[in-house]
């Protein structure tokens, strides 16, 4: 047999990778190329009175300066403006009008010839303001519920928690961050000599940028072709087409000629962020941990022009046993751009509150933290009613404490230390949702006997291209390297986002799937000849092994594949797979959990925190690729580290701008932050999630790690900070 | 007073004709004194390998080698490379067999996206020739200069112990 | 960017005269804080003298003993440097503390001593700035200044220099020779950045036409007894927020004979305090001492919100700062 899923090998893409050859949105070259940089705002509110183009039209090379004044026609209704992740609300429309919505807004595109004529004339654009009052602060802001569906109260919290032996109340706040993808947002539109356009362009689904872009500039089916190979990195920031490609199609379409944009760093600071977070936890519970009362309130931050809502507050009714909770969401609306899934979106937040607030419940009752949360597991979601596909956080939780040495743990704060610095062990659990979505997926074996199986999803360095290529290679029976998967593609069968860490289930199930049909149709095929020796067969008397289909029963009886595609008479034969969730699913709730088990390393005097050990044990159902999921699980962690001391982008209300936004000052973590990082994968198998049964593995890696480092840090130090980052200033 | 021969240009400072050897080959270039090494070598010579993350200094995706030493192409004027010996990451396998690094950043799935790879790969090159990386500690303090936002520095510290040996055996930059 | 004219000088003094030729032009070598800034539309030289052709790459003993380093030897070949290594690792230490390898491979020691501060509002050439553009205000004052200076401010700018390796140089007492059109003058390091004051778009005394052209250490390199110790947000390549460069020599029973202190990260030039090394000569080191002299250092002291805790921390880094130097032979 040919195995591949669960074996860890190496990236098909790597080759590409390491040698440079790998091209990104921005990278594509195109004879006549034009480079289009944008000018951004630099007041969050107003209106645009006038716009100086003259000296930048004078610099040599610059081709035309777009803005609202002059930009080619575009749709007007929000309606068009949607898109696959839409908030609630008016979708933001680049150069649409004079109103400025928020510090850095594109407010005009100067095109020039060349990338440095376009940059410069872009910093010669005067823009003269009406400057109206704005509001940035979330603190200021008066709110107003989120467009959310929470689960309704169950029992009665407020009482509960009144009447309870043991109480924790406490408030964790949460600031901005943003994605930074080391590739910046780009998009190269290639203008065809028939007016068509080829958009190459950083996205985490080209079907979502066709369907925008078409849909803004009235494109009819066919002008234009979505193509996106490879995603430097988004972690959401390519889940909505962001304004780059808007420019740049717009301003191939007024000129006629082929244009790039790509984002400066200052300017990937100019679109969505995870947001701002106020969260109030309140637990009530016996003397012993029993949860009684769980109240977890949320306020989140948004635009003045969408309701950005994510799932913040509801893990406090699903994670753990407790027939009282009451769950609450609102929002501040204020001068900047709408947030934008990031990595894990909500969940993060929320867990990280919850999970903090339950460190501060075991303190509270003397029960080890990680009993804690073994006496209050629940198999079953009672936010929907449902149980729980497969959970084995418990398995987690043990392996992970093992491996960790838990057992070791002197509950005392401050009770380890080496030299000046103070050790402390902390933990969390972790979340995240197994979602399965409609999938599209085409196989089509050539008469060479090699398998091409394409679907429009997309690999943002999650392995999406190498995992496909297992499970179509595996279905097929066919080595590795007889296989290719194609994605980003517009023409190719529809996929959904990628995102959520649903790729692997959805369009995974899809290849599978596909190629599930195409031995079908080989059968078929082969049936067609009345001598064949796979005659009568049905498609569970066959397998295919080494290139060839056959009888179970009788090996013997076989045929190859490229004999069944010559006998079809065409060069090849292909089927395709719509997968969509079955009914099944709706009995269960689904999701991937993680224990996270941390050290710390605070020194006393200075305030300075290393991570010095991390051991997460993850649940996600079945692993197809150990080596590019354990990658996951791993970045996952940094990301953890970050959230946990580093990431803030810190906005001036006076000026309604976020002013960290650089590399250098927006710190994420380094090589020297990062010491030793162990992923555990829990042996997890469930028929129900996917007929792979694979839960996905890019959120659940970061979950719970910033609550487990805060613990940690309380461990150590004795303090608990409920601001993040945890910056060594709170810890002076 | 200046070592090259400026050309004219319509109504900007001249242009400058300089001399390098890029991946082994010896090119013989037109450039404007403010297109800086990446901008040159991404968008007018189409070796794209040499990623912009940040345009500052800041994240390392640029790194090439420059005589050997490891630099931020971003931060480096073209005009001021004349007579420099180049090396990207599209020059750094010989005859088709990949340098010691990029097998083993394969191997240990040294990276995810991609993006700051080939920054990576260039600058752990440099710090092989530096020859002061002598525990893991100092490896990591010492590719500090190179951002993976995907996170994958575990796995990049692994591929860089893994091919410290060969490259100081080969001495290849 | 703007567009601007490219010439390449050989020698000083046609360098000199280059400049003197174009008052629009300003003098690259490492570029690493120039081109960055010029890409920010913050600096906007019509022409650059490119330098890296002068003979300025030598690092040689002077007839007293000490170092005479020019300045365009790279910031990673100083740090490397045998002579730095054996004679003066409190600078090894300090360049190394600083940036990443790619940088310290481009970045020259002239060109480490003229770095631009890392203030937010300087950078985004969208909103006001006094160094930036005199007279349009300073928003870090009540903005966001986690950053910012807490010595030595003014109320035209909280900027704080950015620079580790002119930390360990202001410690070391380094001079700085310059060269102009009215020939060389040497610029004692204490003298050499200055305070914002009214004029908060001068960082230091180097005349718009004259070039740095070497850095000279006195013999005494407190080899024995010195630590760098430099806190910042994340573990590596990031700026400091607070930076100490301590060194000390001690007598025989233990005393300290010689002590030298500078603070980084703390005000618009490396922070040094003659009254706080008098208070360490002929002292035991203990906390008691070296917290006076911690004290006397941070005397007036003023934080502007966010950048309070700046004034405990430097107090608590001074003092680790010292214990190291002065426990530690060799690397701290």
New interface residues.
């Given amino acids: 047999m040919t195995a591949h899923i669960g074996k860890p090998l190496?990236?098909v893409?790597?080759?590409?990778?390491?040698?440079?050859?790998?091209?990104?949105a921005g990278?594509f070259?195109v004879p006549g190329l034009t480079y289009g940089v944008a000018v951004?705002s630099?007041l969050a509110k107003g209106r645009i009175l006038a716009l100086d183009v003259d000296a930048a039209k004078a610099v040599?090379g610059v081709v035309d300066v777009l803005s609202h004044l002059n930009r080619p026609r575009m749709a007007a209704y929000d309606e068009s403006y949607t898109d696959m992740d839409s908030a609630d609300g008016a979708p933001f429309r680049p150069l649409f009008n004079d109103r400025v919505l928020y510090s850095g807004q594109p407010l005009a595109l100067v095109v020039a010839e060349?990338?440095?004529a376009a940059?410069?004339a872009a910093?010669l654009v005067g823009v003269r303001y009406a400057q109206e009052p704005h509001q940035t602060d979330i603190h200021r802001q008066a709110p107003h519920d989120a467009p959310a569906e929470l689960p309704k109260p169950r029992g009665d919290a407020d009482e509960a928690f009144a009447r309870a032996a043991v109480k924790v109340e406490a408030a964790y706040s949460s600031p901005v961050e943003h994605h930074?993808?080391?590739?910046?947002h780009a998009s190269t539109v290639v203008y065809q000599p028939d007016g068509g356009l080829t958009i190459y362009d950083k996205t985490q689904s080209a079907v979502n940028t066709l369907e925008f872009v078409s849909h803004i500039f009235g494109l009819a089916d066919g002008d234009a072709r979505v193509l996106s190979p490879?995603?430097?990195?988004?972690?959401g920031s390519g889940l909505r087409p962001q304004y780059q490609v808007v420019l740049a199609v717009m301003a191939a379409l007024h000129l006629k000629r082929s244009v790039r944009v790509?984002l400066?760093?200052?300017q990937m600071f100019t679109f969505g962020h995870r947001p701002q977070t106020l969260q109030r936890l309140k637990l009530g519970a016996d003397q012993k941990g029993h949860l009684e009362a769980v109240i977890h309130e949320v306020l989140g931050e948004t635009s003045r022009f969408e309701d950005f809502t994510e799932h913040v507050a509801e893990w406090s009714g699903a994670l753990y046993h407790c027939d009282n909770v009451r769950l609450a969401y609102q929002l501040a609306a204020l001068d900047v751009y709408t947030p934008l899934d990031m990595r894990a979106p909500g969940a993060v937040l929320g867990i990280y509150a919850l999970e903090c607030a339950l460190d501060e419940l075991a303190v509270a009752t003397g029960v080890d933290p990680v009993q804690l949360r073994i006496d209050n597991f629940s198999p079953v979601n009672q936010n929907e009613g449902k149980p729980y596909s497969s959970k084995q956080l418990l398995a987690c939780y043990q392996q992970g404490a093992e491996r960790f040495g838990w057992s070791q743990r002197n509950p005392q704060p401050r009770s380890m230390r080496e030299g000046?610095q103070l050790i402390g062990w902390g933990m969390a659990s972790g979340a995240w949702e197994a979602m399965l979505m409609p999938a599209s997926a085409k196989a089509t074996l050539a008469i060479d006997g090699s398998l091409v199986v394409a679907s429009a999803t997309a690999d943002?360095?999650?392995?999406t291209y190498t995992v496909m290529t297992q499970i179509a290679g595996e279905t097929l029976g066919l080595p590795m390297d007889k296989v290719t998967f194609k994605l980003g593609d517009t023409s190719l069968p529809k996929a959904p986002l990628e995102g959520g860490s649903f790729t692997v289930s959805s369009v995974g199930t899809a290849v599978q799937q596909a190629c599930q049909a195409l031995i079908k149709t080989l059968l078929e095929t082969a049936q067609k000849d009345d001598d064949s020796p796979l005659a009568g067969a049905t498609p569970d008397d066959v397998e295919c092994v080494d290139g060839c289909l056959r009888l179970k029963a009788d090996p013997a009886r076989s045929l190859t594949f490229t004999d069944i595609v010559r006998q079809s008479g065409s060069p090849s034969l292909e089927a395709q797979a719509d997968a969509k969730p079955e009914a099944e699913r709706d009995k269960y709730a689904t999701g991937s959990h993680a224990a996270v088990f941390v050290e710390v390393k605070v020194d006393e005097?200075?305030?300075?925190v290393?991570v010095s050990r991390v051991v997460s044990a993850i649940a996600a159902g079945r692993v197809v690729n150990p080596?590019?999921a354990?990658?996951?699980i791993?970045?996952?962690?940094?990301?953890g580290i970050g959230m946990a001391?580093?990431e803030e982008t810190?906005l001036?209300h006076?000026?309604g701008?976020f002013?960290?936004?650089?590399?250098?000052?927006y710190?994420?973590?380094?090589?020297?932050?990062?010491q030793d990082?162990q992923v555990i994968f829990v042996e997890e198998h469930d028929r129900i999630v996917n007929p792979l049964g694979s839960k996905g593995v890019g959120e659940i890696g970061i979950v719970g790690v910033a609550a487990a480092i805060a613990n940690a840090v309380y461990h150590a130090t004795g303090k608990r900070v409920r601001d993040l980052p945890i910056?060594?200033?709170k810890l002076? | 007073m200046s070592a090259t021969s400026p050309t004219a240009?319509?109504?900007?400072p001249a242009a400058h004709s300089i001399s390098l050897t890029l991946n082994g080959q010896p090119r013989r270039l037109e450039v404007?004194p403010?297109?800086t090494l990446l901008?040159l070598l991404?968008?007018q010579l189409?070796?794209?390998?040499?990623?912009?993350?940040?345009?500052?200094g800041?994240?390392g995706?640029c790194t090439v080698l420059v005589n050997g030493k490891r630099i931020n192409a971003c931060l480096s004027l073209a005009v001021m490379q004349d007579g420099a010996e180049i090396t990207?990451?599209?020059g750094?396998?010989e005859d088709g067999r990949?340098h010691p690094l990029?097998q083993a950043?394969?191997?240990r799935?040294a990276?995810?996206?991609?993006?700051?790879?080939?920054g990576q790969?260039c600058s752990a090159v440099g710090l092989a020739n530096e020859g002061r990386a002598h525990s893991r500690?100092e490896?990591?303090?010492l590719?500090?200069?190179?951002?993976?936002?995907?996170?994958?520095?575990?796995?990049?510290?692994a591929a860089i112990e893994d091919a410290l040996p060969a490259c100081r055996e080969g001495g290849r930059s | 960017?703007?567009?601007f004219a490219y010439a390449r000088a050989r020698q000083v003094d046609e360098a000199l005269a280059l400049r003197a030729g174009h008052p629009e032009a300003r003098f690259i070598a490492g570029g690493t804080n120039l081109l960055d800034l010029m890409?920010?539309?913050v600096a906007r030289p019509g022409m650059l003298i490119d330098i890296t052709g002068l003979p300025l790459h030598d690092v040689e003993t002077t007839a007293d003993g000490g170092l005479r380093i020019g300045a365009l030897v790279s910031n990673a070949d100083l740090a490397y440097h045998p002579e730095v290594e054996r004679r003066y690792p409190l600078l090894a230490q300090a360049i190394l503390a600083g940036a990443s390898p790619q940088l310290r491979n481009m970045a020259s020691t002239g060109g480490n001593l003229l770095q631009r501060t890392?203030c937010?509002?300087f950078?985004?050439?969208?909103?006001p700035c006094n160094k930036r553009e005199p007279g349009s205000g300073c928003?870090a004052r009540?903005?966001?200044n986690?950053?910012h200076a807490i010595l030595g401010a003014s109320d035209q700018c909280i900027a704080v220099h950015p620079s580790d390796m002119c930390v360990a140089l202001a410690a070391l007492e380094a001079t700085v020779e310059v060269a102009g059109p009215a020939g060389r003058r040497v610029i004692d390091f204490a003298d050499f950045h200055r305070l914002p004051g009214d004029q908060p778009q001068r960082d230091n005394t180097l005349e718009d036409d004259e070039l740095i052209v070497a850095i000279t250490l006195p013999a005494r390199g407190f080899a024995r007894h010195h630590a760098y110790l430099k806190?910042r947000?994340?573990?590596?390549?990031?700026?400091a927020?607070v930076s100490v460069a301590a060194a000390l020599e001690r007598e025989a029973d233990g005393r300290i004979a010689e002590a030298r202190l500078a603070l980084g990260g703390v005000a618009h030039k490396p922070w040094r305090d003659p009254r706080a090394e008098d208070l360490l000569r002929g002292q035991p080191c203990n906390a008691e001492s070296f917290g006076r002299a911690a004290d006397a250092l941070l005397q007036g002291a003023q934080g502007f919100a966010h950048n309070d805790?700046k004034i405990?921390?430097a107090r608590?880094?001074i003092?680790?700062a010292l214990e190291q130097a002065a426990s530690q032979e060799g690397t701290p």
């Fill in positions: 190496d990236r893409d790597g080759p590409l990778k390491v040698t440079g050859q790998a091209q990104y990278e070259a951004n630099t040599p060349t990338f440095e940059r410069y910093t930074n993808p080391m590739e910046p490879f995603v430097g990195g988004a972690f790509t400066t760093r200052q000046h943002i360095g999650t392995g005097a200075l305030g300075t290393q080596k590019t354990e990658n996951q791993l970045g996952g962690v940094v990301w001391l580093q810190q001036d006076h000026l701008r002013m960290n936004h650089s590399l250098a000052e710190h994420i973590p380094v090589q020297a932050d990062i990082l910056t060594l200033d002076l | 240009g319509a109504g900007l404007q403010w297109t901008d991404r968008e189409q070796l794209t390998g040499s990623k912009k993350g940040c345009d500052h800041q994240c995706a990207t990451v599209e750094l396998a990949l990029q950043f394969i191997e799935d990276f995810q996206c991609g993006y700051c790879t080939s790969l500690d490896i990591r303090e590719m500090s200069g190179n951002l993976c936002r995907c996170g994958a520095y575990t796995n990049i510290l | 960017m703007t567009p890409k920010e539309n890392r937010y509002y950078y985004d050439a969208g909103v928003p009540d903005g966001l986690r950053i806190v947000d994340r573990a590596s390549y990031a700026f927020l805790f405990e921390l608590r880094a003092v680790r």
